[in-house]
């Protein structure tokens, strides 16, 4: 794909989170820029600002004729997009250059040195802390991020002077594949999107196959402990991290009014007294990888000292939306077992005397159905759960699959219920609210508004 002959662009699936920050892209880069999404958001109305042409209709009609020409038009897709859908049907049939969001990132890896960021969890808190430490440093970078970072307001960052690209690389329908990574981090394995892999073994093993994506001289960054036989090309040194022990770790950790602080210990140079910009525990881990990714990329340790202090987070990623003396909401992204576990168990390090209420929706049938019982363990961590509907994404109904069957693997004696999302505020009007969560990957978060005014108002 040569970009300088492209007039147009149309995404299929624009709001998407990592499609937004392609949209970003070739605007900024003065391509006419389209396409089609399910339902408005706050983020395409963004888009549409910015001066995308977006519509929510299936609707071969509505393309628009700046889109019409396959020897001028590039037409993106992302997976999540059903075969059968109407626009991209026809943009086969009349042979269209047609590629997926993947492959259009890993185009931007081989042109630069990409930092990518992979694993089950953690990639999007991870990178955009890596992405950060970078663009506030002399090193610079270019960056697209499957969150928007509260540092920049947006999933997009793009500077003329420098090489490094860091990008989330997701492993949904292997598109991680497509990369080209000069330096990767690897921070879970954990099973996951068994509907496209089919079994844990195949899932591994795509971690496995990444890691011979990596470019020779490059590096691998993996949390220690985590299932990977890694197949390294030559001159690809291989490092371990985790929070208390492997290549790069901490020590020292002090953890006491509203704040973190660490001392990071690197085979590249140790940074004593780190102040996390976003004090939970989790991110002390989080930290030591991006840390990683910008020593081996040149960031000096002043500039990673500075820059851990001045991160301020990821929209929906342990993200606090009311912190008061009255009342604590959070919303957060977690949507795998492992996730919500970590998620709830930070809460309760901070909140360890409160009512710790939690809203989850399940994203997939296919996901539910594989981690039912998962599920019920990690929320069994709160104190009330309120489980809304399954969001199916892509899905379609699996019989017999419902948020019932983590009801019911709830542990007993827990205050829990199953309501339509609809019903949401009716529902949190009459409870008394001490901390509270939401939790969840599909549309939960229109209704974080809502629930923000509703508990303001208690």
Not at 257 to 276: A, R, T, V
Not at 297 to 306: L, Q, Y
């Amino acid at each position: 794909m040569d970009v300088n002959t492209l007039k147009s662009v149309y995404f299929i699936g624009a709001g998407g989170i990592g499609m937004s920050a392609l949209v970003r892209y070739f605007l900024s880069i003065g391509k006419k820029v389209g396409g089609y999404d399910r339902t408005p958001s706050e983020l395409t109305e963004k888009l549409m600002e910015e001066g995308a042409e977006i519509h929510y209709e299936d609707n071969i009609s509505l393309i628009g004729s700046s889109y019409l020409c396959p020897d001028t038009t590039l037409v993106v897709y992302t997976p999540a997009i059903p075969t059968h859908h109407q626009e991209l049907t026809y943009f086969r049939e009349k042979g269209f250059n047609i590629q997926k969001r993947s492959q259009v990132l890993g185009m931007l890896t081989r042109y630069g040195k990409g930092l990518c960021v992979a694993g089950t969890h953690g990639k999007t808190t991870t990178s955009t802390m890596a992405a950060h430490l970078l663009h506030q440093s002399h090193v610079k970078c270019n960056a697209f991020l499957g969150g928007i970072s509260k540092n920049y307001g947006t999933n997009l960052l793009l500077s003329n002077d420098s090489d490094y690209v860091v990008i989330e690389a997701d492993e949904f329908d292997r598109s991680f594949h497509w990369l080209s990574p000069y330096a990767t981090v690897i921070t879970a394995t954990d099973a996951d999107h068994l509907d496209i892999y089919g079994t844990k073994e195949d899932y591994l093993e795509s971690f496995n196959h990444y890691t011979s994506l990596i470019q020779p001289g490059g590096f691998l960054i993996a949390r220690k402990g985590i299932e990977l036989a890694p197949r390294l090309p030559e001159g690809v040194i291989l490092y371990t991290y985790s929070r208390e022990e492997g290549d790069f770790h901490a020590e020292n950790v002090r953890i006491g009014h509203g704040e973190i602080h660490f001392d990071y210990i690197s085979p590249l140079g140790n940074i004593n007294d780190i102040c996390l910009g976003v004090p939970v525990a989790i991110n002390i881990e989080n930290g030591i990888a991006a840390m990683a990714l910008a020593q081996i990329s040149g960031v000096d340790n002043e500039e990673i000292k500075t820059g851990m202090a001045s991160f301020r987070g990821v929209d929906r990623r342990f993200d606090f939306k009311i912190k008061n003396d009255k009342v604590v909401f959070l919303s957060d992204y977690a949507h795998h077992p492992a996730e919500i576990r970590q998620s709830i168990l930070s809460m309760r390090a901070l909140y360890e005397d409160k009512k710790l209420t939690g809203i989850f929706q399940p994203h997939l049938y296919t996901r539910t159905r594989d981690f039912y019982q998962e599920f019920a363990d990690s929320l069994s961590l709160l104190d009330e759960v309120i489980l809304t509907e399954i969001y199916p994404a892509r899905e379609l109904p699996i019989e017999g699959v419902s948020s019932q069957l983590i009801y019911d693997g709830l542990r007993p004696g827990i205050q829990k219920m199953i309501c339509k999302k609809e019903e949401l505020l009716e529902v949190l009007r009459d409870k008394e609210i001490e901390v509270l969560m939401t939790l969840g990957a599909g549309d939960i978060e229109n209704y974080i508004s809502p629930i923000c005014d509703l508990l303001s108002q208690k």
